[in-house]
C-alpha cells in the first residue's frame, strides 16, 4: 500500500460525496443527452433528422453551458414532448424526401448496428495473487484517477458504487467497481478493463455512459492501466447491484454512445515530449490522463464536448467556477509553485485558501500520493500559457450598488468571525491568510464564494483538516450578498462584484 | 437558582468531638484501596479507617442523612459529572431508609452543606458515597424504628417501615421526622449495619429513571452554563497564545470603550472583560486579543519527538512490581515499544462558572470534581479565609477528568471579586478549552514478555508518563493563578500510589506471571500540562499487556482467550471471561477480507470491576478505515445499583474508547497546538459508530459497589488493537490507531 | 443596538440586540431559553442547533439581523418535561442522555429530520446526525430514541 494513502478512504468519501455527485453530474449532461442530437444530426439519419429537428426546435443545447444556472432552460420533458409532432409536420412532404430517407435509413441502420455492437469479451475467474510492488503503484493510479470520488456512495462501501448522479433527464448510479463476480468486474480480465478504460465498452459489450471519462483514461498508460486493475482486483469483493439508472428516453438507450464516440473518443496515450522535463511530463500525464482536469477546467462546447481549442481555459461544475489553468503566474492574484502545490494538497495556502467544493475531494486525493506528483503538475500547469491577453473577466466597471458595508461587517462579526478574524486561533494559530486573501475572493466571479458559503467545507471523519459549515439555511439571499460585497470590497476593491444578486438567486435556484 | 442565602462558612460540624471508634467494614470492600486514591489527594483526613466508603472520612452519620420537618434530606460529597452516579446514590439512600426515591431531596458537593468527599473520580462515586449512603441510611432507620420502639415501649423486631412512616403492632404510626426528635443522628457511624438481603432490594439493582433527563431534553436549567442570578455579567478570559508568554502592550482603555463593558481586568499575564451583555464580552475578547501583544512562551516538541522525549526529560523512577526470579531463557517473546499521544478530554461545552463576591463571602458555582480542594486553592489564590469561600457543584458538561472546570472556576473568583456585589459569569471558549485543559499525558511503555511451555513466565515493563493527577493541591494548580503579577507556582507532582496507579494504572498484568519487573518513569517536567483522564495510564497499560498476551499466543500456537483463562484463578475474572467468549462465538469471524476479531479483559485498577471485551471489525485492506461491526463485553462491577445505568456507562465507554483508540490524537508542533477546535481534534461522529454493541451485566448481589464509569476504556482499546492485529496480520503499537501513525 | 422582532417557539418578541448578535446569545440570554447550548461557536459541534422555518441551522453563527419573518424553534417547543412530546419522550424512554449537554442540539437535528423524512432507516439517521458531536458516547441510545419515533421495532441493542 502506497505510503501516503493511510486513512480512511470511505471516510472522506462520505464527506465529499456531495460535491464529487455534482461535480458529475457535468459529465453527465455531456454524454446522457447533449451528444444525441448532435450526432445524429452529422450523420443524417432519419432518427437523427428528428432529433436534430427537436434540438434545433428546444432551446437547450444553446443554453448548455448556462444548464445549470438558468432556470428558464428547457428541460428535457420538454423536449420529448414537441418529439413526434415536430417530425410530421417537417418530414414527410415529398415523395423522393420520402424515397431518399427510406435509403438513409437503411444504410443507416447498417451504420448504426456496426457502430453500436461491440462483442462481450470472456469473464474470467477472479485472480487471486498480486505482485505486492504492482498494488502500490496501482493504489497510486486509483487516486490519481479519482475513481473512488464517484464510484464510492457516502457512507457505502468503498468502490461498490450507488453514488446517483442526479441529472435533469434521470438518475444515473455509479457502478460497484469491486471485484464481485456478480456485480461488480470480478469477472473482468485485463482487456476487458483497458477496453472499457480506452473505449467506453462495458465487458458484456454494452456502453458506458461517458460520465465515466474513458476519453481522458485512454490516454494512460497501458502499464497504468494494468495497475489499476490489478488493485481493483484486490480489493474486497463487496456484493452490491448496480442501482437501476432513471434516465428518461432517448437517453436511456445506451447504444446512442457510440455515435458521440465517434466523435469524441480519440487521442492515443500520451508520450513524453523530449523537449521538456520528466517533471513536466508526469505532470502533463497526470493531468491529461488519470486526472481528467480538462473535464472541468475546459470549456464546453454547444453539445457538452471539451473545447479542445480551449484546453484548460476554465470552465463550470455544478455552480462551481472550474478557473482557468492558464496563465496561472500571469495573474493578477499570481500562483507561486509553493501555492500551487500546496492548494493541489488540499492545504490552506496564503494568497488562495484551500479547495472546496468539487476540487475538495480531488486535491485529498493528490494529498494521498507522493508530493511529487502535486509537484509535476504544477510544474506543468505553470508553464501553460495564457493564449489570450487577459482570460480572467473583469467585472464590468458598471456601478453597482454601492456594498453595504454596515450590514457586511456586522454579518462578518455574527457569522464568519470566530474562524476568519485575525483574532481568530484559526488566524493566529495556524496563520492561514485573512479571506481577502483566497481565491474565492480575488476572483472576477462571485460564484465560488457564494458556493463555499452556502455548502460550507466538510469534514472528513476522523481526520483534521479544515471544515466550514454551510451557510445556507443561516444566511438569507439579502446577507449572502451584503457579506460578499463587504469582503470583495477588502479583496479587489476596485472591482466589486456586479451580479451578485442574481448570481445568489441562480445559486439557490439550483441547489433546490 | 437561588442566591447564597443560609452560608455556614464554618460548617466542619459533623468532624467535631468524637474519639476515633474501633470499628469494622461492614461490606468487604479491598482494604487496600485505603492507599491513596486520586479522589482524596486534599481535604480529605481519614477518622475512622475501617468503616466502609466515605465513612472513614466522614463518619458522623448526620453528615450523610437528615430528617426534619421538611423532609428527608441526603447529601453526598460526589457530584454528578453526567454518569447519572446521582440517581443512583439516591436508589441507594431511599433503598435503606425504606422510602420512596421521590421522598428524599438529594445534595451533591457543597463546601457548606454536604460531606467531603474529596474528588469525584476514578469510579470511586458509587464505591465510596454509595458504601457511605448504604450503610448510613440502614443505619438512620435503625435508631428511627429504635426510638420509636422506646417511645412505644415495644420490641423494635416487631416494628416495621414503610414509605417514612414506622408502624408498630397495634397499629401505632410514626413518621420519620417525629421518630428522630427522639433521637441524636449525629453520632459516628457504627460498625455494624443491619443486614438486608439482595432479594429484598426494591430499588438498588432495579432501573429507576434518571432524575436530570427530563430537564434536559426540554431546555430545563440543568448546567451552571444556564444559571442566571439577577444582574449578573458576563465575562471571557483572554489567554496567552501559549503557556510561558509575557504581555507586553495591552490597550485596556480601548476595549474599556466598547459598548457595554463595565470592567476590562489585567493582572501581570491575566486578562478578562466584563460586559452586560455576553455577545458583547466576546466582541471585547475579540477586541483584546487582538490589541495583546505577548512575547516569549514555551517552546512546543515536535509531535514526532515526543516519545524519545519524554525518554529523555528528568524523571522520578518508581518501582512498580518486582517479583519472582526470570528464569532460563523462554521459548516465545514478545518486545515491543508501545506509544500513545496526548488526548483531551473535550467536552462538548467548554467550561463555565458563575462567583458572586457578596457580603464578604465568595460563593462560586462550579462543574469542578471536588469542591474542596477548589476551596482551598480559590481562598488561597484570592488570600481568603477557606470559610468565606462556599464552592457549590452545579452540572456542567461532561467531565472524563480533570479539565478545565477549576481554572474557570478560578477565573470566575479571580474576576468576580474585583466586582463585588456583582454575580460574574465566566464561560471558556471552545478554543480556550482544547488549548488550556490539562491533557492526558502521552506515554511511551516498553514490553519484554516471555511465554514457556504454555506459562506466562518473566513480564518486563516499563513506562514513561507525565503526571495523570495534577489536581488542586494549592493555587498554584490553578492556571489563573499562575498568570498574575505575583503568580503562584503548582505543588510538586506526587503520582498517585498503587494500587490505583497514576501512569502505572493497570500497569501490572491480573494473569498469574512468574516474575514481574514493572517500572514507572515519572517525568515531572511537561511538555504540556497533563492531569486526570478517565483511566489514567490503564487506557494504554491494559492496550500493551492484552497486545502482548495476544502476541505471546500466537507466536506460541496458542489460543489468546484460553491463555488469559489458564492464568486467571479468580472466578469472577474467568465469568465475565467465559460469557464474552461465548456471547461472540469466539474465535469464529467473518470470511470477508479485512475481518478481524480481538478480545481483551482487564479488571479497572485490579481491585474494582472486572471488563471482558470482545470486538468484531473490518480493516478495509485498501483504505485502511476501520469498521467496529460487532462489540460483545460482560462486565462485573459487584452489586449493581442501576442496571440500565451501569449499561449506559459501558456502551459510553465504549464508544469514547473507540474515538480515543482510533482518532484521537492533540496534533502539535513547534508552531502551537493545532487542535483548537473539532476541526484539528476529531472525534467520532455517527458515521463511526460500532455498528452494534452488546452489553451483559454480571451481577453480584450483595456484594461490594466497584464502579463502572472507566471499567471499559482499556479493554476496548486492547480488543481493538488485537481485533486490528488479527484482521492485518500486522501489529499496531502507535496510539491512535491509523495507518499513518504506524511503521512502514 | 437595534430592534429585533423574533419569532420563537410561536411567539413574535421585540428584541433590542446588538445589530450582530447570533441567534444563540439571543434565544439564552435574552429569551432565557436554555435548550441552545453554546458548544464551538463555530458550527461544528451542533449543541446550538435549532430549526429555522424547517432547517436545522447551528445559532451560534446564525445573526439574528435576517431572522425576521422566520419561524425559530427550540427544543423547548417539542414539550416539557412534565408533558414531553414524542421526540423527548423517546429520548426519555432510551435514557438517551450521560451529561447531556448536547442532547437539545441532538433532539433538534433529528426533529427536522423526522419532519421531513418520518420513518427514516438507520443508516439515514447516521448520516444526518453526523453534524452533531456527542462525547459522553450516548450515541446507540440517541439512533435508538430516533428510531422509536421513526416506527422502528425491535429492542436495543
Known amino acids: 500500500m502506497c505510503q501516503g494513502y493511510g486513512d480512511p478512504a470511505a471516510a472522506r468519501i462520505c464527506a465529499t460525496g456531495n460535491a464529487l455527485m455534482r461535480g458529475a453530474q457535468r459529465c453527465l449532461w455531456r454524454n446522457a443527452l447533449l451528444r444525441g442530437p448532435v450526432i445524429l444530426r452529422r450523420k443524417g439519419l432519419l432518427y437523427a433528422l428528428a432529433l436534430a429537428q427537436t434540438s434545433a426546435s428546444a432551446p437547450f443545447p444553446g443554453c448548455y453551458k448556462e444548464r445549470f444556472h438558468d432556470p428558464h432552460c428547457t428541460r428535457p420533458a420538454t423536449v420529448r414532448r414537441v418529439f413526434l409532432p415536430t417530425m410530421n409536420s417537417h418530414l414527410l412532404k415529398s415523395r423522393t424526401l420520402w424515397i431518399s430517407v427510406a435509403m438513409l435509413a437503411v444504410i443507416g441502420l447498417i451504420v448504426a448496428?456496426?457502430?453500436?455492437?461491440?462483442?462481450?469479451?470472456?469473464?474470467?475467474?477472479?485472480?487471486?495473487?498480486?505482485?505486492?510492488?504492482?498494488?502500490?503503484?496501482?493504489?497510486?493510479?486509483?487516486?490519481?484517477?479519482?475513481?473512488?470520488?464517484?464510484?464510492?456512495?457516502?457512507?457505502?462501501?468503498?468502490?461498490?458504487?450507488?453514488?446517483?448522479?442526479?441529472?435533469?433527464?434521470?438518475?444515473?448510479?455509479?457502478?460497484?467497481?469491486?471485484?464481485?463476480?456478480?456485480?461488480?468486474?470480478?469477472?473482468?480480465?485485463?482487456?476487458?478493463?483497458?477496453?472499457?478504460?480506452?473505449?467506453?465498452?462495458?465487458?458484456?459489450?454494452?456502453?458506458l455512459y461517458p460520465a465515466f471519462p474513458y476519453v481522458h483514461y485512454r490516454r494512460m498508460s497501458a502499464a497504468d492501466i494494468a495497475d489499476a486493475y490489478a488493485y481493483l482486483m484486490s480489493g474486497p469483493a463487496v456484493h452490491a447491484p448496480a442501482k437501476q439508472n432513471q434516465m428518461n428516453f432517448p437517453m436511456n438507450i445506451r447504444a446512442l454512445v457510440s455515435f458521440w464516440n465517434l466523435l469524441f473518443l480519440h487521442g492515443e496515450p500520451l508520450t513524453p515530449l523530449a523537449e521538456h522535463s520528466a517533471a513536466w511530463n508526469r505532470g502533463r500525464y497526470l493531468v491529461d490522463g488519470p486526472g481528467h482536469?480538462?473535464?472541468?477546467?475546459?470549456?464546453?462546447?454547444?453539445?457538452?464536448?471539451?473545447?479542445?481549442?480551449?484546453?484548460?481555459?476554465?470552465?463550470?461544475?455544478?455552480?462551481?467556477?472550474?478557473?482557468?489553468?492558464?496563465?496561472?503566474?500571469?495573474?493578477?492574484?499570481?500562483?507561486?509553485?509553493?501555492?500551487?502545490?500546496?492548494?493541489?494538497?488540499?492545504?490552506?495556502?496564503?494568497?488562495?485558501?484551500?479547495?472546496?467544493?468539487?476540487?475538495?475531494?480531488?486535491?485529498?486525493?493528490?494529498?494521498?500520493?507522493?508530493?511529487?506528483?502535486?509537484?509535476?503538475?504544477?510544474?506543468?500547469?505553470?508553464?501553460?500559457?495564457?493564449?489570450?491577453?487577459?482570460?480572467?473577466?473583469?467585472?464590468?466597471?458598471?456601478?453597482?450598488?454601492?456594498?453595504?458595508?454596515?450590514?457586511?461587517?456586522?454579518?462578518?462579526?455574527?457569522?464568519?468571525?470566530?474562524?476568519?478574524?485575525?483574532?481568530?486561533?484559526?488566524?493566529?494559530?495556524?496563520?492561514?491568510?485573512?479571506?481577502?486573501?483566497?481565491?474565492?475572493?480575488?476572483?472576477?466571479?462571485?460564484?465560488?464564494?457564494?458556493?463555499?458559503?452556502?455548502?460550507?467545507?466538510?469534514?472528513?471523519?476522523?481526520?483534521?483538516?479544515?471544515?466550514?459549515?454551510?451557510?445556507?439555511?443561516?444566511?438569507?439571499?439579502?446577507?449572502?450578498?451584503?457579506?460578499?460585497?463587504?469582503?470583495?470590497?477588502?479583496?479587489?476593491?476596485?472591482?466589486?462584484?456586479?451580479?451578485?444578486?442574481?448570481?445568489?438567486?441562480?445559486l439557490r435556484q439550483e441547489t433546490k | 437558582m437561588s442566591a447564597a442565602n443560609g452560608l455556614n462558612p464554618s460548617r466542619r460540624a459533623f468532624l467535631r468531638g468524637g474519639a476515633l471508634l474501633m470499628a469494622f467494614t461492614l461490606m468487604p470492600i479491598a482494604r487496600r484501596v485505603l492507599a491513596d486514591t486520586e479522589v482524596d489527594t486534599l481535604g480529605t483526613v481519614v477518622l475512622a479507617p475501617d468503616l466502609p466508603g466515605s465513612l472513614r472520612t466522614n463518619p458522623y452519620l448526620d453528615a450523610w442523612i437528615r430528617i426534619g420537618a421538611d423532609g428527608i434530606t441526603v447529601y453526598t460529597g460526589k457530584v454528578e459529572l453526567g454518569t447519572g452516579v446521582k440517581t443512583a446514590l439516591l436508589q441507594i439512600a431511599a433503598e435503606r431508609l425504606q422510602v420512596p426515591a421521590s421522598a428524599i431531596n438529594l445534595l451533591t458537593a457543597d463546601t457548606a452543606l454536604t460531606p467531603n468527599e474529596g474528588y469525584t473520580a476514578g469510579s470511586h462515586s458509587i464505591f465510596d458515597s454509595g458504601t457511605a449512603l448504604y450503610n448510613a441510611a440502614a443505619q438512620v432507620r435503625e435508631m428511627l424504628v429504635d426510638a420509636a420502639a422506646r417511645h412505644w415501649q415495644v420490641d423494635a423486631a416487631q416494628l416495621s417501615t414503610r414509605d417514612g412512616i414506622i408502624e408498630g403492632p397495634t397499629g401505632q404510626r410514626m413518621a420519620y421526622a417525629d421518630a428522630v426528635k427522639h433521637v441524636d443522628v449525629h453520632q459516628y457511624a457504627k460498625a455494624q449495619s443491619p443486614a438486608m438481603a439482595a432479594a429484598d432490594f426494591k430499588l438498588i439493582g432495579h432501573n429507576l429513571p434518571r432524575l436530570d433527563i427530563p430537564a434536559k431534553v426540554s431546555g430545563g436549567a440543568a448546567f451552571v452554563q444556564d444559571m442566571r442570578l439577577p444582574g449578573m455579567l458576563h465575562a471571557r478570559v483572554i489567554r496567552p497564545p501559549r503557556p510561558g508568554c509575557t504581555l507586553q502592550a495591552f490597550d485596556a482603555a480601548s476595549i474599556e470603550a466598547l459598548n457595554g463593558v463595565v470592567k476590562v481586568i489585567r493582572d501581570g499575564n491575566y486578562l478578562a472583560v466584563v460586559a452586560r451583555d455576553e455577545w458583547q464580552a466576546i466582541k471585547a475578547m475579540r477586541s483584546g486579543i487582538e490589541s495583546a501583544k505577548w512575547s516569549g512562551g514555551k517552546a512546543i516538541p515536535e509531535a514526532a519527538d515526543i516519545h524519545d522525549l519524554l525518554k529523555q526529560l528528568p524523571s522520578k523512577r518508581y518501582p512498580i512490581s518486582n517479583n519472582g526470579n526470570p528464569g532460563d531463557a523462554t521459548e516465545t517473546r514478545f518486545k515491543a515499544r508501545v506509544t500513545k499521544q496526548y488526548l483531551m478530554h473535550g467536552s462538548i461545552g467548554p467550561s463555565c462558572a458563575v462567583a458572586w463576591f457578596n457580603n464578604g463571602v465568595l460563593t462560586v458555582w462550579t462543574h469542578t470534581q471536588g469542591v474542596y480542594p477548589l476551596r482551598a486553592g480559590i481562598a488561597e489564590m484570592l488570600g481568603l479565609p477557606p470559610e468565606r469561600v462556599r464552592c457549590i457543584h452545579t452540572e456542567g458538561s461532561g467531565c472524563y477528568g480533570h479539565n478545565g472546570a477549576d481554572d474557570a472556576a478560578a477565573d470566575a473568583a479571580l474576576i468576580a471579586m474585583r466586582l463585588p456585589g456583582t454575580p460574574v459569569r465566566v464561560q471558556w471558549m471552545r478554543e480556550q478549552e482544547n488549548l488550556w485543559e490539562p491533557y492526558s499525558s502521552a506515554m511511551v511503555t516498553e514490553i519484554d514478555a516471555g511465554l514457556s511451555q504454555g506459562r506466562l513466565q518473566d513480564w518486563n515493563y516499563e513506562l514513561w508518563t507525565t503526571p495523570h493527577n495534577e489536581r488542586i493541591v494549592n493555587a498554584g494548580r490553578l492556571l489563573p493563578?499562575?498568570?498574575?503579577?505575583?503568580?503562584?507556582?503548582?505543588?510538586?507532582?506526587?503520582?498517585?500510589?498503587?494500587?490505583?496507579?497514576?501512569?502505572?494504572?493497570?500497569?501490572?498484568?491480573?494473569?498469574?506471571?512468574?516474575?514481574?519487573?514493572?517500572?514507572?518513569?515519572?517525568?515531572?517536567?511537561?511538555?504540556?500540562?497533563?492531569?486526570?483522564?478517565?483511566?489514567?495510564?490503564?487506557?494504554?497499560?491494559?492496550?500493551?499487556?492484552?497486545?502482548?498476551?495476544?502476541?505471546l499466543a500466537i507466536k506460541a500456537g496458542l489460543d489468546p482467550l484460553a491463555l488469559r483463562l489458564a492464568h486467571l484463578s479468580d472466578p469472577r475474572a474467568r465469568a465475565v471471561i467465559e460469557r464474552v467468549r461465548d456471547e461472540i462465538g469466539w474465535p469464529h469471524k467473518s470470511s470477508e477480507p479485512g475481518a478481524g476479531i480481538g478480545f481483551a479483559f482487564a479488571r479497572y485498577k485490579n481491585i474494582m470491576g472486572y471488563c471482558a471485551l470482545a470486538v468484531k471489525l473490518r480493516v478495509h485492506p485498501q483504505t485502511g478505515e476501520i469498521r467496529v461491526d460487532h462489540v460483545v463485553t460482560a462486565v462485573d462491577v459487584g452489586q449493581i445499583v442501576s442496571p440500565d445505568g451501569l449499561r449506559n456507562q459501558v456502551e459510553g465507554g465504549i464508544v469514547q474508547s473507540t474515538s480515543w483508540t482510533l482518532y484521537e490524537k492533540v496534533a502539535y508542533d513547534a508552531g502551537g497546538i493545532r487542535s483548537y477546535d473539532w476541526s484539528g481534534y476529531p472525534i467520532l461522529r455517527f458515521t463511526q459508530l460500532p455498528k452494534k454493541v452488546d452489553v451483559h451485566l454480571l451481577d453480584q448481589p450483595g456484594e461490594p459497589f466497584l464502579g463502572a464509569a472507566e471499567i471499559v476504556q482499556g479493554p476496548m482499546a486492547a480488543a481493538l488493537g488485537n481485533a486490528v492485529s488479527n484482521a492485518t496480520g500486522r501489529r499496531w503499537l502507535n496510539l491512535p490507531l491509523t495507518r499513518s501513525s504506524q511503521p512502514a | 443596538m437595534s430592534q429585533i422582532t423574533?419569532?420563537?417557539?410561536?411567539?413574535?418578541?421585540?428584541?433590542?440586540?446588538?445589530?450582530?448578535?447570533?441567534?444563540?446569545?439571543?434565544?439564552?440570554?435574552?429569551?432565557?431559553?436554555?435548550?441552545?447550548?453554546?458548544?464551538?461557536?463555530?458550527?461544528?459541534?451542533?449543541?446550538?442547533?435549532?430549526?429555522?422555518?424547517?432547517?436545522?441551522?447551528?445559532?451560534?453563527?446564525?445573526?439574528?439581523?435576517?431572522?425576521?419573518?422566520?419561524?425559530?424553534?427550540?427544543?423547548?417547543?417539542?414539550?416539557?418535561?412534565?408533558?414531553?412530546?414524542?421526540?423527548?419522550?423517546?429520548?426519555?424512554?432510551?435514557?438517551?442522555?450521560?451529561?447531556?449537554?448536547?442532547?437539545?442540539?441532538?433532539?433538534?437535528?433529528?426533529?427536522?429530520?423526522?419532519?421531513?423524512?418520518?420513518?427514516?432507516?438507520?443508516?439515514?439517521?447516521?448520516?444526518?446526525?453526523?453534524?452533531?458531536?456527542?462525547?459522553?458516547?450516548?450515541?446507540?441510545?440517541?439512533?435508538?430514541?430516533?428510531?422509536?419515533?421513526?416506527?422502528?421495532?425491535?429492542?436495543?441493542?
Open chain 1, 113 to 207: 448496428v456496426a457502430l453500436m455492437w461491440r462483442p462481450a469479451i470472456a469473464p474470467i475467474k477472479r485472480p487471486t495473487s498480486f505482485d505486492t510492488a504492482q498494488l502500490q503503484r496501482g493504489a497510486r493510479v486509483v487516486e490519481a484517477g479519482d475513481c473512488a470520488v464517484c464510484h464510492t456512495r457516502p457512507g457505502g462501501e468503498y468502490l461498490a458504487g450507488g453514488l446517483p448522479l442526479v441529472t435533469p433527464f434521470g438518475t444515473l448510479y455509479s457502478t460497484n467497481i469491486t471485484p464481485d463476480a456478480q456485480t461488480g468486474i470480478g469477472e473482468w480480465s485485463l482487456p476487458a478493463f483497458e477496453r472499457a478504460m480506452r473505449e467506453g465498452i462495458a465487458r458484456d459489450g454494452h456502453f
Open chain 1, 293 to 506: 482536469c480538462a473535464g472541468c477546467h475546459s470549456p464546453l462546447n454547444l453539445i457538452g464536448a471539451e473545447k479542445s481549442s480551449q484546453y484548460l481555459q476554465g470552465g463550470s461544475v455544478d455552480g462551481w467556477e472550474a478557473p482557468a489553468l492558464v496563465g496561472l503566474g500571469q495573474r493578477a492574484n499570481p500562483w507561486n509553485r509553493e501555492q500551487l502545490v500546496g492548494y493541489l494538497r488540499a492545504d490552506v495556502v496564503d494568497g488562495h485558501g484551500t479547495p472546496a467544493g468539487p476540487m475538495r475531494p480531488v486535491s485529498l486525493s493528490l494529498a494521498r500520493l507522493p508530493a511529487s506528483e502535486a509537484e509535476a503538475i504544477a510544474d506543468y500547469l505553470l508553464r501553460l500559457q495564457n493564449p489570450h491577453a487577459v482570460s480572467e473577466t473583469t467585472a464590468k466597471k458598471q456601478p453597482v450598488i454601492p456594498a453595504d458595508h454596515t450590514t457586511g461587517a456586522l454579518l462578518f462579526s455574527s457569522a464568519c468571525a470566530g474562524c476568519h478574524a485575525p483574532a481568530a486561533p484559526m488566524r493566529e494559530i495556524d496563520g492561514r491568510p485573512g479571506l481577502q486573501s483566497t481565491s474565492a475572493l480575488q476572483a472576477a466571479s462571485s460564484r465560488n464564494f457564494l458556493k463555499t458559503v452556502l455548502e460550507g467545507v466538510p469534514a472528513i471523519p476522523g481526520a483534521p483538516g479544515p471544515v466550514m459549515p454551510p451557510f445556507a439555511a443561516s444566511l438569507d439571499n439579502a446577507q449572502l450578498g451584503a457579506l460578499a460585497a463587504y469582503l470583495r470590497e477588502q479583496a479587489r476593491p476596485e472591482q466589486p462584484w456586479a451580479d451578485l444578486s442574481s448570481t445568489i438567486e441562480a
Open chain 2, 481 to 551: 493563578a499562575r498568570l498574575l503579577a505575583k503568580p503562584f507556582t503548582s505543588a510538586p507532582s506526587v503520582p498517585i500510589a498503587q494500587p490505583e496507579g497514576d501512569g502505572d494504572r493497570n500497569a501490572v498484568p491480573l494473569y498469574e506471571l512468574g516474575a514481574t519487573r514493572i517500572n514507572m518513569n515519572f517525568v515531572t517536567t511537561m511538555p504540556f500540562r497533563t492531569s486526570a483522564m478517565r483511566s489514567l495510564g490503564a487506557h494504554i497499560n491494559i492496550f500493551a499487556i492484552e497486545a502482548g498476551i495476544d502476541e
Open chain 3, 6 to 157: 423574533l419569532t420563537v417557539n410561536g411567539t413574535a418578541q421585540a428584541l433590542e440586540l446588538e445589530p450582530d448578535m447570533p441567534l444563540l446569545y439571543a434565544l439564552r440570554n435574552h429569551l432565557n431559553l436554555n435548550g441552545a447550548k453554546y458548544g464551538c461557536g463555530l458550527g461544528q459541534c451542533g449543541a446550538c442547533t435549532v430549526i429555522v422555518d424547517d432547517q436545522p441551522v447551528f445559532a451560534c453563527l446564525t445573526p439574528c439581523a435576517g431572522l425576521e419573518g422566520k419561524k425559530i424553534r427550540t427544543v423547548e417547543s417539542l414539550g416539557s418535561a412534565d408533558k414531553p412530546g414524542p421526540l423527548q419522550a423517546a429520548f426519555i424512554d432510551k435514557q438517551a442522555a450521560q451529561c447531556g449537554y448536547c442532547i437539545a442540539g441532538m433532539l433538534m437535528r433529528a426533529q427536522a429530520l423526522l419532519e421531513r423524512d418520518p420513518h427514516p432507516d438507520e443508516q439515514t439517521i447516521r448520516e444526518h446526525m453526523a453534524g452533531n458531536l456527542c462525547r459522553c458516547g450516548t450515541h446507540l441510545r440517541i439512533i435508538e430514541a430516533i428510531k422509536q419515533v421513526a416506527g422502528h421495532n425491535g429492542s436495543r441493542t
